[in-house]
């Protein structure tokens, strides 16, 4: 009954403009550039050049822009409030698509994952991380999916949290983490296509999605998959059908 009466007041699905909203976290500044605690502007700039779209329009405190993405309309986000503050941009753009929180989609960093390991989770705590404790404070709920990308843990206990996550990538990190990055972009269209079903095989495989081989065939594979242990066989047009191009078409070619 809470959630009803909280949908009722600000959480309805737009029927226009954005349907979903991917907050991409990090600092803005040039200083900032390659960071560790800048993961989400660098899958946001990789979706960007995917889509060859600019994500450089100033609104709710953040770069934004709007993308088509898995056949739903996307507002993809980069706050420019500094990282503590990212829910400040957050909130104003749910209220005004009228976006509920499952379908807001945060990328953050995370130090307790090895550098390039990607974890899904469909809700949950900050877990210590200062971008996505406002983010929480300011929804009023921690029911909304983030995808974390590892940047590897502090190379000693002593060593100042704050300075490792502003430090730079270099060497073999910096190859691990661009590989990451175009991993994570895939998996933000993997949910948006197949919204809650097939989280709990995101979840569940994640770890395979770090084998390219592995993660282009479960990408191929998965409209597939899922008609054939999902979808009653009398069903010829399903938007699953194992006939559509399971990324950017819209409609199915065979229905």
């Known amino acids: 009954r809470d959630r009803q009466v909280r949908d ?13 909203m991917l ?25 960007g050049e995917r889509y060859r779209l600019p ?3 100033l ?20 706050p420019v409030t500094y990282m503590n503050l990212s829910g400040e941009a957050v909130r104003p753009a749910a209220d005004f698509y009228k976006i509920p929180p499952e379908h807001i989609i945060v990328i953050s960093d995370d130090t307790a994952l090895d550098v390039g390991k990607l974890r899904i989770r469909k809700s949950g705590s900050a877990g210590g991380h200062n971008g996505l404790k406002s983010i929480i404070q300011h929804l009023g709920t921690d029911q909304f999916p ?46 948006i296509y197949l ?17 390219s081989g592995m993660r282009n065939f479960i990408l191929n ?23 559509r191009p399971l990324w950017r078409s819209v409609s199915p070619p065979c229905c």
């Open 8 to 20: 009722s007041m600000f959480f309805h699905r737009s029927s226009g403009g954005a349907s979903w």
């Open 23 to 47: 907050v991409c976290l990090g600092n803005p500044g040039d200083q900032y550039d390659n960071t560790r605690h800048n993961v989400g502007f660098m899958v946001a700039d990789q979706l």
């Open 55 to 57: 994500i450089q329009k």
């Open 59 to 78: 609104k709710f405190k953040a770069l934004t822009n709007v993308f088509t993405i898995s056949g739903e309309k996307v507002l993809v986000m980069k």
């Open 146 to 191: 983030r995808i974390r990308v590892g940047v590897g843990k502090k190379p000693h206990p002593d060593y100042d949290l704050a300075d490792w996550v502003l430090g730079k990538f270099q060497g073999e990190d910096q190859k691990g983490i661009a590989a990451a990055v175009e991993r994570c972009a895939d998996a933000v269209e993997c949910y």
């Open 195 to 211: 919204n809650d079903v097939w989280y709990g095989c995101l979840t569940s495989f994640h770890f395979l999605l770090e084998d």
């Open 221 to 243: 594979h998965a409209s597939l998959a899922f008609w054939i242990w999902c979808v009653p066989p009398f069903c010829g047009c399903c938007p699953l059908c194992p006939q």
